[in-house]
């Protein structure tokens, strides 16, 4: 079986998760499209290094991803770090000839999405981000019915990605919070799920108009600390947009949804029926079909609520397909499209141009919201969908 050597960089939250997916995925797929061997580990300073290396059970760690690159045994290489480094790093492993693996969002300026857009369009197709909200099985089940027609022509559509994580005016301001490092608050932070999870089900966007509103104005610079600066991204993310179908829909992400968690939901209405789904009951996507007949007394007409579950197809076998899926589930399913991609000599889904398409969508929202109008959406050089 072949095996594939892999490098990451950045070892916080993301990080971890991604070295987890590789650790674990032999336990949910049998047999496992490939084996990898997790060989460098590359963070911001030697004492985050040495005991990432120790927590993941890397070969070595390191504070330049140069030394990733140089690595004739790694071919496979996570992006993992804050937004403001993606580019220049996925740009880098392209060149150094390393299959690419990147998280969200792509990258931060518009510039950047049109060369990375450009590069991915030309260079060899053995890259992917991670959208993982598209390897639920409930998303997935609904991917398949718009596909078969199901909703009929779609009307409209609303999604939501809500969070609460900064309703505290006394949270600190992080790197996040950084227009330069970030690109965007709650509109890169969250919206990019969203923004993609839509472009997915429903297609292309044609324009745009947004707003993107800083309610909180100003935070503290560190845990307790007096001294206050202002917040420079946006708390709220509203968008209006138009489906190059003709389909209008809305997309909204929010940092401050008081009593959410990790809700990330969506509506899709169409001429012959609708479907909805929330990420906080993942088990379930609902589905009315305006075929059922709806006599006598209302007859089976309603939504059915399809227990999805965990039913992933072969070779996804364990735990078993009634048990309830988690959050680091859809990563480890996202991380095995990919490798299944890489030892078929396939091109990955979703690739570095999709990552592209999406963030042109949120960089013309801001455009938009800066000019106060509805904006055409930018394609990417290259572009061929």
């Known amino acids: 079986m072949r095996e594939f050597g892999v490098g990451i960089i950045g070892y916080g939250f993301i990080g971890k998760v991604h070295t987890y997916a590789h650790k674990v995925l032999r336990f949910f797929y049998d047999p496992p499209p490939c084996r990898t061997k997790l060989i460098g580990v590359c963070t911001s300073n030697w004492e985050t290094a040495i005991a990432a290396r120790e927590h993941g059970g890397f070969d070595f760690g390191t504070t330049s991803p140069a030394d990733l690159f140089a690595r004739d045994d790694i071919e496979i290489v996570h992006i993992c770090t804050p937004n403001d480094s993606h580019a220049s790093l996925i740009e880098a492993a392209l060149d150094a000839g390393k299959a690419v693996y990147c998280d969200k969002p792509l990258c931060v300026t518009e510039a950047e999405a049109q060369r990375i857009g450009e590069r991915a369009s030309t260079a060899a197709r053995r890259h992917q981000m991670t959208f993982n909200y598209r390897f639920v099985p409930a998303t997935m089940r609904a991917k398949?019915?718009?596909?078969?027609?199901?909703?009929?022509?779609?009307?409209?559509?609303?999604?939501?990605?809500?969070?609460?994580?900064?309703?505290?005016?006394?949270?600190?301001?992080?790197?996040?919070?950084?227009?330069?490092?970030?690109?965007?608050?709650?509109?890169?932070?969250?919206?990019?799920?969203?923004?993609?999870?839509?472009?997915?089900?429903?297609?292309?966007?044609?324009?745009?108009?947004?707003?993107?509103?800083?309610?909180?104005?100003?935070?503290?610079?560190?845990?307790?600390?007096?001294?206050?600066?202002?917040?420079?991204?946006?708390?709220?993310?509203?968008?209006t947009v138009t489906a190059r179908s003709g389909a209008v829909g809305t997309i909204e992400a929010t940092r401050l949804a008081t009593g959410a968690n990790d809700s990330l939901r969506f509506e899709i209405h169409?001429?012959?029926?609708?479907?909805?789904?929330?990420?906080?009951?993942?088990?379930?996507?609902?589905?009315y079909d305006c075929n059922a007949a709806d006599q006598p007394l209302g007859g089976t007409r309603g939504f059915t609520r399809i227990e999805c579950v965990q039913r992933y197809d072969p070779p996804a076998g364990w735990p078993g397909p009634k048990f309830t899926?988690?959050?680091?589930?859809?990563?480890?399913?996202?991380?095995?499209?990919?490798?299944?991609?890489l030892a078929a000599g396939t091109p990955p889904q979703p690739d570095l141009m999709e990552g592209a398409r999406t963030q042109l969508?949120?960089?013309?929202?801001?455009?938009?919201?800066?000019?106060?109008?509805e904006v055409q959406v930018a394609r990417p050089r290259g572009d061929r969908g």
Not at 159 to 187: C, E, F, N, Q
Not at 202 to 221: H, W
Not at 274 to 286: G, K, R, S, Y
């Open 270 to 287: 169409g001429s012959d029926g609708a479907l909805t789904f929330d990420l906080e009951a993942p088990n379930w996507l609902h589905f």
């Open 144 to 239: 398949r019915l718009l596909e078969e027609g199901a909703v009929g022509r779609i009307y409209q559509f609303r999604a939501a990605y809500l969070h609460s994580g900064y309703i505290d005016p006394a949270r600190p301001l992080s790197w996040r919070l950084d227009l330069k490092r970030s690109g965007g608050g709650a509109l890169y932070d969250l919206g990019a799920h969203a923004v993609d999870m839509m472009r997915w089900l429903v297609g292309e966007f044609d324009r745009v108009s947004a707003k993107l509103p800083i309610l909180i104005t100003e935070r503290p610079v560190k845990r307790g600390a007096t001294e206050r600066r202002p917040v420079e991204v946006d708390d709220i993310a509203l968008l």
């Open 325 to 341: 899926p988690g959050w680091l589930r859809f990563h480890v399913a996202c991380l095995q499209g990919y490798l299944s991609a």
């Open 361 to 373: 969508v949120l960089t013309s929202a801001q455009r938009s919201a800066a000019e106060g109008c």
